[in-house]
């Protein structure tokens, strides 16, 4: 059945790594996003895809990089530049409506990364 | 620019009590307007949405109406259960200002409910 997947559930990386987050669909969604969530906070927008091949910074892209080579697939990179990781992150993905704008972001179950 | 603004929990209530969670925005534009929910350790489920005015979302139980004049999306449910316990986010997607694509949802912090049998 259809849906967003995320590995691993849970991340540990030690200071001064790189680390690679999964975010797959297998909804045959066009638009895939990255948001960040802290504690007692709502969340942020990393990295937003609109189309493959194309992506775009959101509001807190300092520190992350991504990729989509493939519409149903758009990994997270955090890496060392990034100065405060340890969040959970979540994945999300939406249909484009018939006018070209985006619908409805539907989320994955999140990764939670911690620094060691 | 945009911006959401929720009551601030923790909200803890008993089995069968009404709930309202406060929702107020901030939007140039023409927003649709959505409650998320996210029970612990996992990621943001939809349960409702509006898309214009005086539109009525609705779903398990739930209900939020879209009140331009207001600026307001108040979730409610007239008897809540323990297995409600979560924290439910209010956000805005605003096509206008996001140059004819919902690229972007800004969020509000968040509600924690915590429902005691």
């Known amino acids: 059945d259809g849906g967003i997947t995320q590995s691993p559930k849970y991340l540990f990386r030690k200071e001064g790594q790189n680390v690679t987050l999964s975010c797959e669909q297998n909804?045959?969604?066009?638009?895939m996003y990255w948001y960040r969530q802290d504690p007692g906070q709502g969340l942020r927008l990393i990295y937003y895809s609109q189309i493959v091949n194309d992506f775009q910074k959101g509001d807190i892209a300092e520190g992350y990089s991504v990729s989509r080579e493939k519409k149903e697939s758009f990994p997270l990179t955090v890496t060392s530049a990034q100065k405060n990781p340890t969040a959970f992150y979540l994945c999300?993905?939406?249909?484009?409506?018939?006018?070209?704008?985006?619908?409805?972001?539907?989320f994955g179950p999140g990764t939670r990364l911690t620094v060691l | 620019g945009n911006s959401v603004t929720q009551m601030e929990g923790p909200v803890t209530l008993s089995e069968e009590a009404f709930l309202t969670i406060n929702c107020t925005y901030t939007?140039?534009?023409?927003?649709?307007l959505f409650w998320y929910v996210q029970y612990p350790g996992e990621g943001l489920q939809l349960l409702l949405k509006a898309t214009k005015a005086d539109d009525k979302g609705s779903n398990k139980g739930f209900e939020a109406t879209y009140r331009k004049e207001t600026t307001s999306f108040h979730l409610e449910k007239g008897s809540v259960q323990v297995s409600d316990s979560a924290v439910y986010f209010c956000?805005?997607?605003?096509?206008?200002?996001?140059?004819?694509?919902?690229?972007?949802?800004?969020f509000g912090k968040g509600t924690l409910l915590t429902v005691n049998p």
């Open positions: 939007a140039t534009g023409y927003p649709s």
């Open positions: 956000a805005l997607s605003d096509l206008r200002t996001s140059g004819g694509s919902n690229y972007k949802l800004t």
């Open positions: 999300a993905s939406s249909p484009h409506t018939a006018s070209g704008s985006t619908d409805t972001q539907y």
């Open positions: 909804l045959n969604h066009d638009a």
